[in-house]
């Protein structure tokens, strides 16, 4: 099960890779370099006007900075017109935030809504319904991620969907406004031939497919990692739903996926050893609630939590003893690099935190990602702090910070604030009725079922 995992990994950051080098408008932003010291850079402020303030900031990267023509978020700070569709599902969920709490009218939210969504249904090229990793925001064109990727990419269509499927529930109003957005998200909803990534009729889903290339990237949506999401939508198409017994061998890997070993006094229920990068437990977890969620290969809440401990434990220890690592400054997960990207992780440690990485895990580990929030504000926030929240990196080793945002980092940070507030965005989307049918199907058993 590690050696598959490690496989997919190693090809989607490979991909990833490779469309960084060879298209210009992705690449990492300039750089600036800082030392650091104790003093605080800004006034001090309850924890409650912090969070405010870093989700009212944060969300001006997916609304005074989204795409003009389409209003889907740019997939990073330099990308010009080259939007992306996860980061959008992400930057949807934030508006519904953005909305609940008053960073903009339910007027504006709803006017962006429909602009987002006429453009994914009017203008976006999809491929049996499954939306491609990046568009061009004025045309709704493929914007190949790489020379193979140049179609469907079914995780990122799951983001997208999981996003959309929120704002649904959200705006549940009986004018004719949100009743049409209502009916036009249930449209791109139905459309999606998830049964269809099972490649022939596999038990398993496939990630990608290429208009001309088809099945070449061959990679199996696979646990543990950030591809739940996809499984839980797929058994809960109304139109093109899976089976169990997919969800059983393709994602689960019939308990392939599970772990079970300890690591810093910390019992790891799935994925590799040390739990992997962190947005593993943030992105589809986003709008499925792992609070008292189980079925028959873990507890969700405790799989979440176990990550998140580990990986702040593992910061703590700070084995390869990089400078600054601390209870105060943890946080591994995907991110920009000096000069690249990486899927940061406790066995893939280059000395980077990313912000995104512990503050999306508030609902997981609220003292100790607070703590991290309060430092990265406080502390770093004169060279950390920007236009739309936090920079996207740093490593404190080499005084390397990072110039850039990116849309599915950006995201998780509003998002799963939100989540460990008020429980918002879990709430919106558990009540779709489908996802309760779906997840049951699966297995799941929980209060949100």
């Given at each position: 099960?590690?050696?598959?995992?490690?496989?997919?990994?190693?090809?989607?950051?490979?991909?990833?890779?490779?469309?960084?080098?060879?298209?210009?408008?992705?690449?990492?932003?300039?750089?600036?370099?800082?030392?650091?010291?104790?003093?605080?850079?800004?006034?001090?402020?309850?924890?409650?006007?912090?969070?405010?303030?870093?989700?009212?900031?944060t969300?001006?990267?997916?609304?005074?900075?989204?795409?003009?023509?389409?209003?889907?978020?740019?997939?990073?700070?330099?990308?010009?017109?080259?939007?992306t569709?996860?980061?959008?599902?992400f930057?949807?969920?934030?508006?519904?935030?953005?909305?609940d709490?008053?960073?903009?009218?339910?007027?504006?939210?709803?006017?962006?809504?429909?602009?987002?969504?006429?453009?994914?249904?009017?203008?976006?090229?999809?491929?049996?319904?499954?939306?491609?990793?990046?568009?061009?925001?004025?045309?709704?064109?493929?914007?190949?991620?790489?020379?193979?990727?140049?179609?469907?990419?079914?995780?990122?269509?799951?983001?997208?969907?999981?996003?959309?499927?929120?704002?649904?529930?959200?705006?549940?109003?009986?004018?004719?406004?949100?009743?049409?957005?209502?009916?036009?998200i249930?449209?791109?909803?139905?459309?999606?031939?998830?049964?269809?990534?099972?490649?022939?009729?596999?038990?398993?889903?496939?990630?990608?497919?290429?208009?001309?290339?088809?099945w070449?990237?061959?990679?199996?949506?696979?646990?543990?990692?950030?591809?739940?999401?996809?499984?839980?939508?797929?058994?809960?198409?109304?139109?093109?739903?899976?089976?169990?017994?997919?969800?059983?061998?393709?994602?689960?890997?019939?308990?392939?996926?599970?772990?079970?070993?300890?690591?810093?006094?910390?019992?790891?229920?799935?994925?590799p050893?040390?739990?992997?990068?962190?947005?593993?437990?943030?992105?589809?977890?986003?709008?499925?609630?792992?609070?008292?969620?189980?079925?028959?290969?873990?507890?969700?809440?405790?799989?979440?939590?176990?990550?998140?401990?580990?990986?702040?434990?593992?910061?703590?220890?700070?084995?390869?003893?990089?400078?600054g690592?601390?209870?105060?400054c943890?946080?591994?997960?995907?991110?920009?690099?000096?000069?690249?990207?990486?899927?940061?992780?406790?066995?893939?440690?280059?000395?980077?935190?990313?912000?995104?990485?512990?503050?999306?895990?508030?609902?997981?580990?609220?003292?100790?990602?607070?703590?991290?929030?309060?430092?990265?504000?406080?502390?770093?926030?004169?060279?950390?702090?920007?236009?739309?929240?936090?920079?996207?990196?740093?490593?404190?080793?080499?005084?390397?910070?990072?110039?850039?945002?990116?849309?599915?980092?950006?995201?998780?940070?509003?998002?799963?604030?939100?989540?460990?507030?008020?429980q918002?965005?879990?709430?919106?989307?558990?009540?779709?009725?489908?996802?309760?049918?779906?997840?049951?199907?699966?297995?799941?058993?929980?209060?949100?079922?």
């Open positions: 099960m590690i050696k598959s995992f490690f496989k997919g990994l190693a090809l989607v950051l490979l991909l990833l890779h490779l469309s960084c080098k060879s298209n210009k408008s992705q690449a990492p932003a300039p750089v600036k370099t800082s030392g650091i010291d104790s003093t605080d850079k800004f006034p001090r402020i309850s924890d409650e006007e912090l969070l405010n303030l870093v989700q009212k900031q969300f001006k990267y997916f609304y005074d900075f989204a795409h003009p023509i389409s209003g889907l978020a740019r997939e990073r700070n330099t990308s010009g017109d080259v939007v569709t996860g980061g959008s599902g930057g949807v969920m934030a508006l519904v935030v953005a909305v709490r008053g960073f903009i009218s339910r007027a504006d939210g709803l006017l962006r809504m429909q602009k987002i969504v006429a453009f994914l249904k009017n203008k976006a090229v999809t491929f049996h319904g499954a939306f491609p990793h990046w568009l061009n925001g004025a045309t709704g064109a493929v914007q190949p991620f790489s020379e193979q990727d140049n179609g469907a990419d079914l995780v990122e269509t799951s983001f997208l969907m999981e996003g959309l499927l929120t704002a649904r529930q959200y705006f549940n109003g009986n004018t004719a406004d949100e009743t049409n957005l209502r009916a036009d249930n449209t791109l909803w139905g459309a999606v031939e998830w049964d269809w990534f099972r490649q022939n009729g596999q038990n398993a889903l496939y990630w990608h497919w290429s208009p001309d290339k088809n070449a990237i061959n990679l199996k949506i696979q646990g543990w990692n950030e591809g739940l999401i996809a499984y839980v939508l797929a058994a809960s198409s109304p139109t093109h739903s899976i089976p169990k017994i997919v969800y059983d061998q393709g994602w689960a890997q019939n308990g392939a996926m599970r772990n079970g070993s300890t690591f810093y006094d910390v019992k790891l229920p799935m994925g050893a040390l739990g992997g990068p962190l947005f593993f437990s943030h992105y589809s977890f986003m709008g499925i609630n792992p609070n008292g969620l189980s079925d028959a290969y873990a507890n969700y809440q405790e799989q979440n939590k176990a990550q998140a401990l580990i990986n702040n434990k593992y910061c703590i220890a700070n084995p390869k003893g990089y400078k690592y601390s209870a105060d943890w946080g591994l997960t995907a991110s920009d690099i000096n000069n690249g990207y990486t899927a940061s992780s406790p066995t893939n440690d280059v000395g980077v935190i990313a912000p995104t990485a512990a503050i999306s895990s508030l609902p997981y580990t609220p003292d100790e990602s607070m703590r991290a929030l309060r430092f990265f504000y406080y502390k770093l926030g004169d060279k950390l702090w920007g236009a739309y929240g936090f920079y996207d990196a740093f490593n404190l080793t080499t005084g390397w910070v990072s110039n850039s945002y990116l849309a599915i980092d950006q995201g998780p940070i509003i998002v799963m604030i939100e989540n460990y507030r008020s918002l965005l879990w709430k919106l989307f558990m009540s779709c009725p489908e996802i309760k049918t779906g997840m049951r199907n699966l297995g799941f058993t929980g209060p949100s079922l």
